[in-house]
């Protein structure tokens, strides 16, 4: 499938406005890609390493996910770009014939730096702290202004990311949506270290931007690509206005010199679960209406409605998948661990309102597998989570095509929250 505007030199016009939601910033849409189309809003399941873990990309299929995303950082360490390029780019390489995004490393970068890895805190509990790491960790990354220099987590050797490295491994993972390397801050970092940090992310925002056209045209073989900005700035309001403008003007600059520019932008970085739909909030109303906006790594239900009306298309998060491999099970009832006691003799689904591979295993059988510690409880959970995060923002957009959107919210969240357990 191609797009409009599919050549090297053509600005990227990919996502096309729906319905607006009345009062908000909110809307439905749709994301064109080579590889399909995406209607918004969209959850987007991640597959770090090019899998959904414990399910098979056909299940995920299934379940009605439009898209996936996979990790750079992790694909560049194992089994190497050069692989997936030969493959012919991430879908084919793990057999999904859908839309696929990557996400630039930045995250693995900065976690691996204060060595919290895979968990960042939406919680300040401690001073302001450029120096913050995690108790017992080493520091495995260096950022400076040219790049970062890390340590495989995997094997202890040295690797260097710059914004051109980011891109050309993109570019050869060959993901429909890509993003522009960036430097993901804590909560604890000084106002002064956020200050340079954004205007470090500017600056390697352009180096994308410029390395990102010179390989669309070097790569015409393979689909053209959507390169979308990604908005740091931490908390602080002017920063994240701040940021928003910059990259919205280094886009037009690079589209008025017969660049591609941004596609689509990014809302990065860590930040209070109560500050989200402000921080949100400040960036959209810079931003362009006309073009994407997706979140990185949000799922819970409270903060996916407070995202789709801050005019967010897309976010994605790890937490249905991981969740699920502990036995937390979402339900519209509420969130509850089928490794509870009191689930060994229930023969009910894991949720009757939803229909889905899992579907057709019982609570019961679940626990056991859990006790018995069997690989397949934590593929049936994954799906069912999965499924119900998807159903959860495909009724969303619906909703708000109806014109009914506070209305289902409000219900699903009454019922939800007096749920969970």
């Known amino acids: ?23 908000t910033l909110g809307r439905t849409g749709v994301i064109h890609t080579p590889h399909g189309d995406i209607a918004t809003p969209a959850f987007i399941p991640v597959g770090t390493k090019a899998t959904v873990k414990t399910v098979l990309p056909e299940a995920v299929a299934d379940l009605g996910a ?10 560049y360490l194992q089994p190497g770009p050069a692989i997936i390029d030969a493959a012919g780019g991430l879908g084919r390489f793990m057999n999904w014939p859908g839309p696929t995004y990557t996400d630039s490393g930045g995250f693995q970068v900065m976690s691996l730096g204060v060595g919290f890895k895979k968990v960042i805190s939406m919680e300040v509990r401690d001073a302001e702290n450029d120096d913050v790491i995690a108790p017992g960790k080493e520091r495995l990354a260096r950022v400076d202004d040219d790049g970062v220099t890390f340590k495989s987590h995997l094997d202890g050797t040295t690797h260097r990311f710059t914004p051109e490295v980011s891109m050309q491994i993109q570019h050869q993972l060959g993901a429909d949506i890509i993003f522009a390397f960036d430097e993901l801050t804590t909560l604890m970092n000084t106002r002064p270290y956020q200050v340079n940090s954004l205007e470090r992310t500017r600056l390697w925002a352009i180096r994308c931007l410029a390395e990102h056209n010179r390989l669309t045209a070097e790569r015409s073989h393979r689909p053209v690509q959507s390169l979308w900005g990604v908005i740091q700035g931490a908390q602080y309001e002017d920063l994240r206005r ?26 990065g970085g860590a930040l209070e679960k109560e500050n989200l739909g402000r921080i949100v909030g400040w960036v959209n109303s810079e931003l362009p209406t006309e073009t994407a906006k997706h979140l990185l790594g949000i799922s819970e239900p409270d903060d996916i409605f407070t995202a789709i009306e801050s005019g967010i298309d897309t976010f994605d998060c790890v937490s249905p998948s991981r969740v699920a491999r502990n036995g937390a099970i979402y339900s519209f009832d509420g969130r509850y661990n089928v490794t509870n006691a009191r689930f060994r003799s229930d023969f009910g689904s894991l949720d009757p309102e939803l229909d889905n591979y899992a579907t057709q295993y019982s609570r019961a059988y679940i626990h056991h597998l859990f006790k018995a510690k069997e690989g397949l409880a934590s593929t049936l959970c994954t799906i069912h989570n999965e499924h119900f995060i998807v159903t959860l923002v495909d009724r969303a957009r619906q909703a708000i095509e109806d014109g009914n959107y506070a209305e289902y919210r409000d219900g699903f969240l009454a019922r939800y929250y007096a749920g969970s357990t």
């Not at 499938?1 to 607006?20: N, Q, Y």
């Not at 439009?66 to 694909?75: D, G, I, P, R």
């Open 66 to 75: 439009q898209a996936v995303l996979a990790n750079a950082y992790h694909l």
């Open 242 to 267: 701040l940021a928003a403008r910059d990259l919205m003007e280094a886009s037009r600059r690079d589209q008025d010199a017969g660049g591609r520019g941004f596609g689509g932008y990014g809302i």
């Open 1 to 23: 499938m191609t797009t409009p505007d599919d050549t090297d030199h053509a600005p990227d016009r990919s996502f096309e406005l729906g319905t607006p939601l009345e009062g």
